[in-house]
């Protein structure tokens, strides 16, 4: 049985998850650019929210992280993502964008926290992107 206290927090963090993927669906999904989406910490990859359906392994996770790390290295030679290499068209340390044959990726790094969308070819990638950065920057702004 949970002490009070204890069931508080259970609770309050089931709010703020609920509230952070309905956050992800409206802000990225709903624009129609983005088919899966996923918030993880930066520091230690835990997967904060992702959209419905998709999940992340730590693996995957570590990847992103390394190439906000080596973000010349994405450049360079970009990265493997569920078996597609994606070519970085922007690898600095705020955003890093990415393109394969069917489609692509954006990422945003804020201060605690990694964005990361991918869009389909029939998909736009600049409504994609603005839609992460503007998520990106009002994560920012509550300085997350």
């Known amino acids: 049985m949970f002490h009070k206290a204890h069931l508080g927090v259970v609770v309050m963090d089931s709010i703020k998850l609920s509230h952070l993927r309905n956050l992800l669906h409206e802000a990225l999904i709903e624009t129609n650019h983005v088919y899966q989406c996923?918030?993880?910490?930066?520091?230690?990859?835990t997967l904060i929210a992702s959209s419905a359906g998709f999940k992340l392994s730590p693996a995957q996770i570590q990847v992103f992280l390394g190439l906000f790390r080596s973000s010349h290295l994405a450049r360079e030679s970009g990265?493997?993502?569920?078996?597609?290499?994606y070519q970085c068209i922007r690898a600095d340390n705020t955003s890093i964008y990415a393109k394969s044959t069917n489609g692509g990726m954006v990422l945003a790094q804020t201060e605690t926290l990694i964005l990361m969308a991918?869009?389909?070819?029939?998909?736009?990638?600049?409504?994609?992107?603005?839609?992460?950065e503007k998520l990106a920057d009002y994560f920012r702004e509550k300085g997350k």
Do not use: K, T, W
């Not at 990265?79 to 290499?85: A, G």
């Not at 869009?119 to 992460?132: D, G, H, T």
């Open 118 to 132: 991918a869009y389909s070819e029939n998909m736009y990638p600049s409504v994609c992107i603005e839609a992460v």
């Open 79 to 85: 990265f493997q993502h569920d078996n597609i290499h």
């Open 38 to 45: 996923a918030l993880f910490n930066r520091f230690d990859g």
